[in-house]
């Protein structure tokens, strides 16, 4: 079961004399300034036989008289998520218990980020060589159309601030539920929170970190790993005094995955966002990077140009993404690519590597740099 937080429109209907809800998804919705939860069970062969439930919603005011062996149909809204993720993470073993927080990009309706979820579970939680076992969907109102990218930028915008608004309650759970070295009410699973976002979903990540960076609290370091894949974001972003500057201090370690011959970022440098972009250049300055903050070039997994020089070698990239994921990677990511931590076998090794924790310059496939903060990818 996989857990999908969305500000998207809840539809009300009544059946047999009960109220049913479900997620609007008409390509028209706007960023609501509230959340709600639901799950997805995958069906294992026929996408259309998924089943998306909502929680029933309430709203939280303290975590503090949880008890951890409460009824999970007995508390809702993030109580219920909350609870469970601990418990799964509790039970699993050290190998394969993380839980990974996604949150997808741009031109993706609700029927989109299904596939996607679908996608996720294949390649990492389904996967024996990856240590995330629980996803956390964030299902923000991207319109699903490319002429609406304006909008999705304003809907980005109130989502990472919805979004920094849940990471504080999250850590109201961790500081109630837990309780101090002194007065330990629950003891901690010995697995991590990973999060990760792909495209524009690292716009969203920027307006999260600065809602977080307004806080009076002291910052808390909830994340192990995150993953800024194939950002569409200004290349910017990390020097002082932008946002993401400071993620350092909610997070273990930073990744920045970026292809220069994304195709996707460089229409959106070249028709939407006139400043280079972080998934295709790299960060402004490697020199201002702050603490623990890597980059991951994968610009030589393709031949020059971005496109694909031989059908033999097109032939081995389908192959070997098929042998992953279960399906050959799509034309769009061979022509573009903007997606290869779905499809392509060396970065797909390469963010799991990362989420088990493995040292910056310890990571197989990877070639150093004179930049102690660059590493490059190539064809394995």
Same mark, same amino acid.
């Given at each position: ?6 500000? =998207? ?8 004399? =009960?109220?049913?809800?479900?997620? #609007? ?17 995958? &069906? ?57 927080? +996604?949150? #997808? ?59 920094? =608004?849940?990471?504080?309650?999250? =850590?109201? +759970? ?16 010995? &697995? ?14 920027? &307006? ?15 994340f192990g790993e995150v993953l800024l894949l194939n950002a569409d974001a200004d290349w910017n972003v990390f020097e002082p005094g932008q946002p993401l500057h400071r993620l350092p201090e909610y997070c273990e370690r930073t990744h920045i995955y970026n292809h220069y011959s994304d195709d996707a970022l460089w229409i959106s440098q070249h028709t939407k966002n006139f400043m280079k972009r972080l998934g295709r250049h790299g960060p402004s300055s490697l020199d201002t990077l702050p603490p623990r903050t890597k980059v991951v070039d994968g610009s030589g997994l393709k031949a020059r140009g ?64 004179? &930049?102690?903060?660059? +590493? ?5």
């Amino acid at each position: 079961m996989i857990y999908v937080v969305t500000n =998207r429109k809840i539809d009300t209907r009544t059946e047999g004399g =009960r109220v049913v809800e479900t997620i #609007h998804n008409d390509g028209e919705e706007t960023a609501r300034p509230v959340f709600r939860i639901a799950t997805v069970d995958l &069906h294992p062969s026929d996408s259309k036989k998924d089943v998306v439930s909502l929680v029933p919603d309430e709203y939280v005011e303290s975590y503090e008289n949880m008890e951890s062996d409460v009824p999970l149909d007995r508390v809702f809204g993030t109580r219920r998520m909350f609870l469970d993720l601990y418990r799964r993470m509790s039970e699993a073993p050290e190998s394969k218990g993380d839980t990974l927080v +996604f949150l #997808h990009g741009f031109q993706y309706s609700f029927e989109a980020s299904l596939e996607h979820i679908r996608k996720l579970s294949q390649v990492y939680l389904e996967a024996k060589d990856c240590s995330v076992a629980n996803l956390v969907y964030f299902s923000w109102p991207s319109a699903g159309s490319l002429t609406d990218y304006k909008d999705d930028q304003v809907d980005a915008i109130e989502s990472g601030k919805l979004l920094g =608004r849940l990471f504080r309650k999250t =850590r109201q +759970f961790f500081l109630e539920f837990f309780g101090s070295k002194e007065a330990k009410r629950n003891e901690f699973c010995g &697995h991590q929170i990973h999060l990760a976002a792909h495209s524009m979903g690292n716009q969203v990540l920027t &307006h999260m970190i600065h809602e977080m960076n307004h806080y009076p609290q002291e910052p808390f370091s909830l994340f192990g790993e995150v993953l800024l894949l194939n950002a569409d974001a200004d290349w910017n972003v990390f020097e002082p005094g932008q946002p993401l500057h400071r993620l350092p201090e909610y997070c273990e370690r930073t990744h920045i995955y970026n292809h220069y011959s994304d195709d996707a970022l460089w229409i959106s440098q070249h028709t939407k966002n006139f400043m280079k972009r972080l998934g295709r250049h790299g960060p402004s300055s490697l020199d201002t990077l702050p603490p623990r903050t890597k980059v991951v070039d994968g610009s030589g997994l393709k031949a020059r140009g971005g496109k694909v020089a031989t059908a033999a070698m097109k032939d081995r990239f389908a192959v070997k993404a098929a042998e992953i994921t279960g399906q050959k990677a799509p034309t769009r990511e061979r022509l573009m690519d903007h997606w290869g931590y779905l499809y392509r076998p060396e970065v797909i090794a390469d963010v799991k590597a990362v989420l088990a924790g493995v040292g910056s310059t310890s990571i197989a496939g990877r070639t150093a740099t004179p &930049h102690p903060n660059l +590493f490059k990818l190539t064809d394995a």
